[in-house]
Protein backbone atom coordinates (compact mmCIF):
# COMPACT_ATOMS: atom_id res chain seq x y z
CA UNK A 1 0.00 0.00 0.00
CA UNK A 2 2.65 2.50 0.96
CA UNK A 3 4.52 1.12 -2.37
CA UNK A 4 1.57 2.55 -4.61
CA UNK A 5 1.06 5.73 -2.70
CA UNK A 6 4.79 6.48 -3.06
CA UNK A 7 4.55 5.63 -6.75
CA UNK A 8 1.65 8.04 -7.09
CA UNK A 9 3.46 10.82 -5.25
CA UNK A 10 6.50 9.96 -7.28
CA UNK A 11 4.30 9.88 -10.65
CA UNK A 12 2.42 13.65 -9.70
CA UNK A 13 5.70 14.97 -8.78
CA UNK A 14 7.00 13.96 -12.48
CA UNK A 15 4.13 15.09 -14.47
CA UNK A 16 4.29 18.37 -12.50
CA UNK A 17 7.93 18.69 -13.35
CA UNK A 18 7.34 17.75 -17.04
CA UNK A 19 4.63 20.33 -17.13
CA UNK A 20 6.80 23.16 -15.82
CA UNK A 21 9.90 22.15 -17.89
CA UNK A 22 7.28 22.20 -21.15
CA UNK A 23 5.77 26.02 -19.95
CA UNK A 24 9.92 26.41 -19.31
CA UNK A 25 10.77 25.53 -22.87
CA UNK A 26 7.50 27.62 -24.55
CA UNK A 27 8.28 30.21 -22.86
CA UNK A 28 12.03 30.67 -24.00
CA UNK A 29 10.82 29.90 -27.45
CA UNK A 30 8.31 32.37 -27.00
CA UNK A 31 10.84 34.65 -25.77
CA UNK A 32 13.06 34.07 -28.76
CA UNK A 33 11.03 34.39 -31.27
CA UNK A 34 9.90 37.79 -30.00
CA UNK A 35 12.99 38.98 -29.30
CA UNK A 36 13.98 38.47 -33.21
CA UNK A 37 10.99 40.18 -34.18
CA UNK A 38 11.50 43.44 -32.12
CA UNK A 39 15.25 43.31 -33.18
CA UNK A 40 13.98 43.28 -36.62
CA UNK A 41 11.86 45.64 -36.38
CA UNK A 42 11.36 49.56 -35.71
CA UNK A 43 9.51 49.42 -32.48
CA UNK A 44 9.46 49.98 -29.20
CA UNK A 45 7.58 46.98 -28.32
CA UNK A 46 8.41 44.52 -25.55
CA UNK A 47 8.99 40.89 -24.94
CA UNK A 48 6.04 39.94 -22.21
CA UNK A 49 5.59 36.44 -20.81
CA UNK A 50 2.60 34.87 -20.22
CA UNK A 51 3.84 32.09 -17.97
CA UNK A 52 4.44 32.32 -14.22
CA UNK A 53 7.70 31.16 -13.79
CA UNK A 54 9.40 33.72 -12.07
CA UNK A 55 13.26 33.18 -13.41
CA UNK A 56 11.44 33.42 -17.28
CA UNK A 57 9.69 36.86 -15.92
CA UNK A 58 13.57 38.12 -14.67
CA UNK A 59 14.99 36.62 -17.50
CA UNK A 60 12.48 38.86 -20.04
CA UNK A 61 12.97 41.32 -17.63
CA UNK A 62 16.45 41.84 -17.95
CA UNK A 63 16.34 41.62 -21.96
CA UNK A 64 13.39 44.63 -21.81
CA UNK A 65 16.32 46.59 -20.25
CA UNK A 66 19.00 46.08 -23.02
CA UNK A 67 16.37 45.84 -25.65
CA UNK A 68 15.46 49.60 -24.75
CA UNK A 69 18.95 51.15 -24.07
CA UNK A 70 20.10 48.97 -27.54
CA UNK A 71 16.87 50.60 -29.24
CA UNK A 72 17.49 54.28 -27.75
CA UNK A 73 21.32 53.77 -28.84
CA UNK A 74 19.99 53.14 -32.59
CA UNK A 75 18.20 55.97 -32.88
CA UNK A 76 20.54 57.89 -31.83
CA UNK A 77 23.21 56.55 -33.82
CA UNK A 78 20.27 57.20 -37.13
CA UNK A 79 19.50 60.56 -35.94
CA UNK A 80 23.12 61.73 -35.79
CA UNK A 81 24.13 59.81 -39.06
CA UNK A 82 21.30 61.59 -40.66
CA UNK A 83 22.74 65.20 -39.40
CA UNK A 84 25.87 64.52 -40.39
CA UNK A 85 24.75 63.87 -43.78
CA UNK A 86 22.97 67.23 -44.10
CA UNK A 87 25.66 69.03 -42.95
CA UNK A 88 28.18 67.52 -45.27
CA UNK A 89 25.47 68.01 -48.06
CA UNK A 90 24.93 71.44 -46.51
CA UNK A 91 28.41 72.59 -46.27
CA UNK A 92 29.23 71.06 -49.76
CA UNK A 93 26.91 73.35 -51.47
CA UNK A 94 27.71 76.07 -49.44
CA UNK A 95 31.23 76.09 -50.62
CA UNK A 96 30.42 76.19 -54.20
CA UNK A 97 29.41 79.27 -54.62
CA UNK A 98 32.57 80.98 -53.12
CA UNK A 99 35.10 78.64 -54.65
CA UNK A 100 33.54 79.66 -58.31
CA UNK A 101 33.91 82.96 -57.45
CA UNK A 102 37.33 82.77 -56.30
CA UNK A 103 38.07 81.00 -59.54
CA UNK A 104 36.66 83.92 -61.28
CA UNK A 105 38.54 86.02 -59.92
CA UNK A 106 41.88 84.49 -60.50
CA UNK A 107 41.36 84.08 -64.04
CA UNK A 108 40.77 87.74 -64.00
CA UNK A 109 44.24 88.41 -62.29
CA UNK A 110 46.65 86.16 -64.37
CA UNK A 111 44.97 88.18 -67.05
CA UNK A 112 46.94 91.42 -65.02
CA UNK A 113 50.61 92.46 -64.99
CA UNK A 114 52.95 90.57 -62.76
CA UNK A 115 56.47 89.61 -61.41
CA UNK A 116 57.61 86.14 -61.69
CA UNK A 117 57.01 86.19 -57.58
CA UNK A 118 53.00 87.52 -58.10
CA UNK A 119 52.85 84.53 -61.17
CA UNK A 120 53.86 81.87 -59.10
CA UNK A 121 51.90 82.90 -56.06
CA UNK A 122 49.03 83.07 -58.44
CA UNK A 123 49.59 79.53 -59.70
CA UNK A 124 49.83 78.12 -55.91
CA UNK A 125 46.36 79.79 -55.33
CA UNK A 126 44.90 78.33 -58.12
CA UNK A 127 45.97 74.57 -57.87
CA UNK A 128 44.51 74.57 -54.35
CA UNK A 129 41.39 76.26 -55.48
CA UNK A 130 40.85 73.73 -58.01
CA UNK A 131 41.90 70.64 -55.50
CA UNK A 132 39.28 72.13 -53.09
CA UNK A 133 36.76 72.34 -55.86
CA UNK A 134 37.37 68.92 -56.46
CA UNK A 135 37.05 67.82 -52.89
CA UNK A 136 33.99 70.08 -52.44
CA UNK A 137 32.64 68.26 -55.74
CA UNK A 138 33.25 64.70 -54.43
CA UNK A 139 31.36 65.70 -50.50
CA UNK A 140 28.27 66.70 -52.31
CA UNK A 141 28.34 63.64 -54.33
CA UNK A 142 29.17 61.50 -51.48
CA UNK A 143 26.65 63.14 -49.42
CA UNK A 144 23.92 62.06 -51.92
CA UNK A 145 24.54 58.63 -52.60
CA UNK A 146 24.97 57.89 -48.87
CA UNK A 147 21.77 59.54 -48.14
CA UNK A 148 19.38 58.08 -50.96
CA UNK A 149 17.12 55.64 -49.54
CA UNK A 150 15.50 54.94 -52.44
CA UNK A 151 16.25 51.87 -54.92
CA UNK A 152 18.33 52.39 -57.84
CA UNK A 153 16.95 51.79 -61.49
CA UNK A 154 18.47 48.81 -62.74
CA UNK A 155 18.76 48.13 -66.49
CA UNK A 156 20.75 45.33 -68.22
CA UNK A 157 24.14 46.40 -68.26
CA UNK A 158 26.96 44.83 -70.66
CA UNK A 159 29.96 44.39 -68.37
CA UNK A 160 32.96 44.18 -70.98
CA UNK A 161 31.38 47.14 -72.87
CA UNK A 162 31.44 49.15 -69.99
CA UNK A 163 34.72 48.47 -68.69
CA UNK A 164 35.66 49.07 -72.19
CA UNK A 165 34.16 52.93 -72.02
CA UNK A 166 35.15 53.42 -68.81
CA UNK A 167 39.25 52.66 -69.55
CA UNK A 168 38.93 54.32 -73.24
CA UNK A 169 37.38 57.87 -71.03
CA UNK A 170 40.61 57.52 -69.09
CA UNK A 171 43.15 55.98 -71.62
CA UNK A 172 44.84 59.40 -72.20
CA UNK A 173 45.34 60.30 -68.74
CA UNK A 174 47.16 56.71 -68.05
CA UNK A 175 49.32 56.90 -70.83
CA UNK A 176 50.25 60.59 -69.88
CA UNK A 177 51.45 58.77 -66.85
CA UNK A 178 53.36 56.14 -68.41
CA UNK A 179 50.87 53.67 -67.83
CA UNK A 180 49.94 51.09 -70.79
CA UNK A 181 47.03 49.08 -69.36
CA UNK A 182 46.90 45.50 -70.09
CA UNK A 183 43.61 44.47 -70.46
CA UNK A 184 41.67 40.86 -70.65
CA UNK A 185 37.97 40.86 -71.29
CA UNK A 186 35.81 38.15 -72.72
CA UNK A 187 34.51 38.84 -75.83
CA UNK A 188 30.89 37.52 -75.48
CA UNK A 189 28.70 39.90 -73.37
CA UNK A 190 28.28 39.58 -69.47
CA UNK A 191 25.00 41.10 -68.47
CA UNK A 192 23.80 41.69 -65.33
CA UNK A 193 21.22 43.77 -63.80
CA UNK A 194 22.65 47.17 -62.82
CA UNK A 195 22.82 50.85 -62.87
CA UNK A 196 24.90 51.97 -65.74
CA UNK A 197 25.55 55.67 -64.58
CA UNK A 198 26.87 53.86 -61.01
CA UNK A 199 28.77 50.95 -62.76
CA UNK A 200 30.86 53.75 -64.88
CA UNK A 201 31.31 55.67 -61.70
CA UNK A 202 32.75 52.88 -59.78
CA UNK A 203 35.01 51.28 -63.01
CA UNK A 204 36.30 55.43 -63.32
CA UNK A 205 36.76 55.69 -59.86
CA UNK A 206 39.13 52.35 -59.28
CA UNK A 207 41.06 53.60 -63.02
CA UNK A 208 41.34 56.74 -60.78
CA UNK A 209 42.85 55.43 -57.97
CA UNK A 210 45.66 53.49 -60.59
CA UNK A 211 46.58 57.07 -61.09
CA UNK A 212 47.38 57.98 -57.86
CA UNK A 213 48.77 55.26 -56.63
CA UNK A 214 50.61 52.91 -59.85
CA UNK A 215 53.80 52.51 -60.02
CA UNK A 216 53.59 52.71 -64.04
CA UNK A 217 51.53 49.73 -64.46
CA UNK A 218 48.21 48.56 -64.63
CA UNK A 219 46.75 44.68 -65.26
CA UNK A 220 42.75 44.85 -65.79
CA UNK A 221 41.38 41.48 -66.44
CA UNK A 222 37.43 40.44 -66.33
CA UNK A 223 37.00 36.98 -65.22
CA UNK A 224 33.22 34.87 -67.62
CA UNK A 225 31.64 35.17 -64.12
CA UNK A 226 31.30 39.03 -64.70
CA UNK A 227 34.05 39.91 -61.89
CA UNK A 228 37.20 42.85 -62.53
CA UNK A 229 40.31 42.94 -61.30
CA UNK A 230 42.35 45.96 -61.25
CA UNK A 231 46.04 45.27 -60.44
CA UNK A 232 48.90 47.91 -60.21
CA UNK A 233 52.63 48.30 -58.52
CA UNK A 234 52.51 50.60 -55.40
CA UNK A 235 55.36 50.76 -53.53
CA UNK A 236 53.89 54.03 -52.37
CA UNK A 237 51.33 52.04 -50.07
CA UNK A 238 53.70 50.38 -48.01
CA UNK A 239 52.92 49.41 -44.74
CA UNK A 240 48.91 50.92 -45.16
CA UNK A 241 45.97 48.47 -44.64
CA UNK A 242 44.11 48.30 -48.09
CA UNK A 243 41.40 48.08 -45.97
CA UNK A 244 40.99 51.46 -45.08
CA UNK A 245 41.41 52.53 -49.47
CA UNK A 246 37.86 52.27 -48.36
CA UNK A 247 37.21 54.82 -45.91
CA UNK A 248 36.31 57.98 -46.07
CA UNK A 249 38.86 60.59 -46.47
CA UNK A 250 42.11 58.49 -46.51
CA UNK A 251 44.30 59.16 -48.68
CA UNK A 252 48.45 58.82 -48.88
CA UNK A 253 50.54 61.69 -49.20
CA UNK A 254 52.05 60.41 -52.58
CA UNK A 255 48.31 60.03 -53.97
CA UNK A 256 47.98 63.17 -56.81
CA UNK A 257 44.81 64.92 -56.24
CA UNK A 258 43.32 62.70 -54.13
CA UNK A 259 39.85 63.45 -51.94
CA UNK A 260 40.25 60.18 -50.41
CA UNK A 261 36.43 59.75 -51.55
CA UNK A 262 36.82 57.97 -54.30
CA UNK A 263 36.75 54.42 -53.02
CA UNK A 264 34.24 55.11 -50.37
CA UNK A 265 32.04 55.99 -53.10
CA UNK A 266 32.60 53.02 -55.52
CA UNK A 267 31.89 50.53 -52.24
CA UNK A 268 28.43 51.94 -51.61
CA UNK A 269 27.71 52.20 -55.02
CA UNK A 270 28.69 48.54 -55.55
CA UNK A 271 26.97 47.13 -52.56
CA UNK A 272 23.79 48.99 -53.05
CA UNK A 273 23.48 47.44 -55.96
CA UNK A 274 24.54 44.16 -54.68
CA UNK A 275 28.09 43.59 -55.52
CA UNK A 276 31.18 43.49 -53.37
CA UNK A 277 34.36 45.29 -53.78
CA UNK A 278 37.95 44.24 -52.16
CA UNK A 279 41.68 45.01 -51.60
CA UNK A 280 44.65 42.76 -51.52
CA UNK A 281 48.12 43.34 -51.61
CA UNK A 282 50.72 41.01 -52.38
CA UNK A 283 54.20 42.43 -51.85
CA UNK A 284 53.53 46.03 -53.65
CA UNK A 285 51.13 44.70 -56.28
CA UNK A 286 47.35 46.20 -55.24
CA UNK A 287 44.71 44.29 -56.47
CA UNK A 288 41.00 45.92 -56.53
CA UNK A 289 38.45 43.26 -57.21
CA UNK A 290 35.21 43.86 -58.15
CA UNK A 291 32.43 41.34 -57.89
CA UNK A 292 28.85 40.91 -58.91
CA UNK A 293 25.92 38.29 -57.94
CA UNK A 294 24.85 35.85 -61.41
Excluded at 112 to 127: D, G, P
Excluded at 170 to 181: D, N, Q, V
Excluded at 221 to 230: E, K, N, Q
Aim: with cysteine; charged share 25%; aromatic share 6%.
Amino acid sequence: MVAWVLCAIFGAAAAILALRLHSVHSGLDSIAETLGELLSEDTNGLISVSAGDRSLKRVAAELNRHLTRLKSLQRQYINGDRELKDAVTNISHDLRTPLTAISGYLELLQREQMNKTAERYIACISERTEAMKRLTEELFRYSVIISTSEDMALEPVDLCAALEESIAGLYGALTERGIEPKITIPEEKIVRMLNREALSRIYGNILGNALKYSDGDLEIVMSPDGSASFSNTASNLGGVDVGKLFDRFFSVEAARNSTGLGLAISKTLAEQMGGRISASMTGELLTIKVEWGG
